[in-house]
């Protein structure tokens, strides 16, 4: 039975000191759990997969007799289900407390970056709640700590970073795994394993397990087949990646591995097309493509994610339609629609509440009153900056200054 | 080029400013020796360009191994091209003690 269990789970960490790297972490994170006049309640570890987050917390925990309540991205976190599970946790002293073996308890909220759209609904803010009327440790840890939900998050926790794992340690620990499972591994396979992982310890040692299965001996042959982690594929690495991308299929592999918004990313290749491509006949076939994928994109919608193969495939010939035309050249980004939107945002609000003052007097819909009345309006005010208009739809001096000025509506 | 050990080190004096925001970006100070250690790491990469406006030149930090003890530069690893956190103080494993494989697993299990 010891057998199937995986890698990862049977070599997890016991003792704080097994868990490689991130020391200054590690060192901050026992001084907060074992300072009993913390200054935060909470503290929130963030870093990228993989580099020991749960483990340390599991580790402390094993190490100090701490008894972990946990709730991970596996259960519903929803106000109420947050609620059910960490308020009598945090808001009652465990009877157990009192005994020499335990020291309490720990809630432990993993992947709270995950906490959101519908089925999560009210789940932060049941957690700040939480925290803030907390009796006992609150450990949250989260891949990405920037995302806009987790703002008012940030301001009652301590915040801990944690970094990737540097290949000399991946390797120290996949050497040690493969002696306790008996596997003879070459040095340099173990050196691939662990670049290929780029610093996510959990991932090496589950490629290290898959390779290694039924293997004694294991060779750098045997890693040839392991491709890139998908790490972190911004933006400006996928399109440089697509242009230069010397067939379709590298193209579409890099397209798969990237993790961008698709609508944001199909507006990126439109925009920079003309930037790779000089001879006009490639970018009219590009173009052609770019609109293809388009409409396939739409087809797409929620739910026909079967047809994203084909979205992939397009844009993939559209970065490729010349491979050997390929100069490097600055990436427009982020693409000129959204950064449109952005710098006409408050215009658009401003027109916007013109509309609902017009509407509300015309017993019309905001939509009407904007392509049927705002029209008129401007040029009745044109004529005559005073008209008795004015006061009748409650207009500001501001709001007759830009109807008269705008152009666009 | 200005090697430091993230323990100790010494920097010229600094102005009041300069101090407040070394300190909150995670330095301490030793009143008795006069010296600098890194408290915490969270801005790590803002501190490395801050001590390297007061000190006019590029700041590397010796790396500490995890089995050995010894300080040594980034410059002797041959993953440092690879590596998300170059030349940044954090623990690492020495080139000579990873081909000596046989020493790590008693030092860290």
Redesign the interface.
């Known amino acids: 039975m010891k057998n199937d269990l995986l890698w990862v789970e049977k070599y997890r960490p016991k003792k704080i ?2 868990v ?6 590690k060192t ?1 994170f026992i001084n907060w759990l074992n300072n009993k006049r913390r200054r935060k309640k909470a503290v929130l570890l963030y870093g990228p997969a993989g580099v020991g987050k749960t483990a340390l917390v599991n580790a402390a925990s094993n190490q100090f007799n701490f008894t972990i309540i946990e709730m991970n991205a596996s259960d519903t976190r929803t106000e109420k289900a947050i609620n059910k599970v960490g308020k009598p946790a945090t808001s009652f002293v465990a009877l157990d407390k009192f005994s020499t073996e335990t020291k309490g308890n720990i809630l432990f909220l993993d992947e709270v970056d995950g906490v959101f759209g519908q089925q999560d609904r009210g789940g932060i803010g049941a957690i700040i709640k939480i925290v803030k009327e907390s009796l006992i440790p609150v450990v949250m840890a989260a891949n990405n700590p920037d995302i806009k939900k987790l703002r008012p998050l940030k301001k009652v926790c301590q ?3 944690f ?2 794992v ?4 991946i ?2 620990m996949l ?2 795994i493969c ?1 306790m499972e008996n596997v003879e591994a070459e ?1 340099e396979a173990l050196e691939r394993i662990a ?1 290929n992982s ?2 996510d310890m959990r991932s090496a040692i589950n490629d290290l397990q898959s390779i290694s299965e039924g293997r004694p001996v294991l060779r750098v042959q045997d890693t040839m087949f392991l491709s890139y982690r998908n790490k972190d594929i911004g933006m400006y690495e996928t399109i440089m990646g697509v242009f230069s991308a010397e067939s379709v299929g590298d193209a579409a592999m890099i397209l798969n591995r990237s993790n961008v918004n698709y609508d944001d990313f199909l507006l990126s290749i439109s925009d920079n097309l003309p930037l790779r491509y000089p001879d006009s006949a490639d970018l009219a076939h590009a173009y052609d493509l770019v609109s293809r994928a388009d409409v396939f994109r739409g087809r797409v919608g929620t739910e026909n994610w079967h047809l994203l193969r084909y979205f992939f495939n397009l844009l993939a010939e559209a970065a490729t339609v010349s491979p050997r035309s390929f100069k490097p050249f600055e990436v427009i980004s982020p693409p000129i629609r959204i950064m449109k939107l952005f710098w006409t945002k408050s215009k658009r609000t401003k027109l916007e509440n013109i509309c609902a003052k017009i509407a509300l007097k015309c017993h019309v819909s905001r939509t009407t009153a904007k392509t049927d009345i705002v029209p008129f309006v401007k040029i009745i005010l044109e004529k005559q900056k005073s008209s008795p208009i004015i006061s009748w739809l409650k207009l500001e001096p501001n709001d007759v200054d830009y109807l008269i000025k705008i152009n666009k509506f | 080029m200005v090697v430091l050990n993230k323990k100790a080190f010494i920097l010229p004096r600094v102005e009041k400013e300069k101090f407040i925001r070394l300190m909150r970006l995670g330095l301490e100070y030793n009143r008795d020796k006069g010296s600098y250690s ?1 408290s ?3 801005n790590i990469e803002k501190l490395i360009d801050t001590i390297s406006s007061i000190l006019n030149d590029e700041v590397l930090f010796l790396q500490n191994c ?1 089995m050995c003890s010894k300080d040594f530069p980034c410059s002797d ?1 041959k ?1 440092a091209d ?4 170059k030349n ?1 103080p ?6 000579q003690c ?1 081909k000596e ?1 046989k020493t ?2 008693q030092k ?2």
């Open positions: 000191s097994e490689l790297g991130n020391e200054l972490a901050t915040m801990i970073r970094q990737q540097r290949i000399p340690l390797i120290t050497r040690r002696v040095f670049q780029r610093g | 890194i915490h790491f969270d995890l690893c993953y690879f590596c998300a956190t940044l954090f623990q690492c494993v020495c080139p990873l494989g790590h697993q860290i299990f």
